[in-house]
């Protein structure tokens, strides 16, 4: 294990977290893990035994700041941030492809600047929200927001920037074989720019966003500036090393994983 902390990722969706969990997953055990796909497992968690919640370490999915407050661990907070008008236009293509149908209904018909004018919590400071844990999203949960980001936060990376995100991850948490092979990437139409009409709305609906955004990439640059000389040299390395490395440890992890569970339904099926 990375360390004896807990760890909470705050996985705000499209900012490349599904690729991050890959990582995490390979430092902590498995079995003291509570992932979180939105509220239903955020109330799922709470719900759990004292003793079911005792053996926990690590809490990463669609959370907000504050979920600590239900484990029994003291845990470090992660999260990745991504500018609003690329946040806004992967989510579009992601609702539209990958949702459930209930809420496909509801954007089938939308351009992505009638998506980004509709009153959808996830296109008006989603970011903001996650990182402040606040449900009043105003100026009050911007400060709160780059308040734990400075210092309620032990890491945040940037969706622009992962492999220096990753890299630095690993040195504060001390994790190993971060290498990793892109997952859940938004398939967008060949010549997807947002129009200015759209990219004008969703900047608008997220003022507070583009805010935190601007202060989450001076406090990134500024740590970045600060690490070992060593540290452009790692991530050179990284980045020759990681098309294949990233490959490889993907199948294991496919083979390692994957197979149980294959194998355990099958003799679910059987026993039937």
């Keep these: 294990m990375a360390n004896e902390r807990g760890l909470v990722f705050v996985h705000i969706p ?27 497992d955020v109330a799922r968690l709470v719900a759990l035994p004292e003793e079911a919640r005792r053996r926990l370490l ?44 209930r809420i496909r209904e509801q954007t089938k018909d939308l351009s992505l600047a009638e998506f980004a004018a509709r009153p959808f919590y996830m296109v008006r400071n989603l970011q903001t929200r996650a990182i402040s844990g606040m449900e009043q999203v105003d100026e009050a949960a911007l400060e709160r927001a780059k308040a734990n980001l ?16 990753v890299l630095y991850f690993s040195q504060v948490l001390g994790w190993r074989n971060t290498f990793y092979r892109v997952r859940n990437v938004t398939r967008r139409p060949r010549r997807d720019v947002a129009s200015e009409e759209a990219a004008a709305i969703i900047a608008a ?51 390692r994983w994957g197979v149980p569970r294959r194998i355990g339904r099958l003799l679910g099926r059987a026993s039937r």
């Design 150 to 165: 400075r210092s309620g936060m032990v890491a945040f990376g940037l969706t622009e920037r992962f492999d220096e995100s």
């Design 14 to 40: 499209k900012t490349g977290g599904t690729t991050l969990r890959t990582i995490v997953d390979r430092q902590y055990p498995r079995r003291a893990m509570f992932w979180s796909d939105g509220p239903q």
């Design 58 to 101: 690590v809490v990463q999915g669609h959370v907000q700041y504050g979920v600590h407050e239900h484990l029994f661990v003291p845990v470090d907070y992660i999260t990745m941030l991504r500018r609003p008008v690329e946040l806004v236009t992967s989510l579009y293509y992601f609702i539209r492809r990958r949702w459930p149908e």
């Design 205 to 255: 609906h997220n003022t507070l966003d583009r805010e935190l955004y601007a202060f989450a990439t001076r406090i990134f640059e500024e740590r970045i500036a600060r690490q070992a000389p060593e540290f452009q040299d790692e991530l050179r390395a990284f980045r020759r090393a990681n098309p294949v490395r990233g490959r490889l440890t993907d199948a294991y992890r496919r083979v």
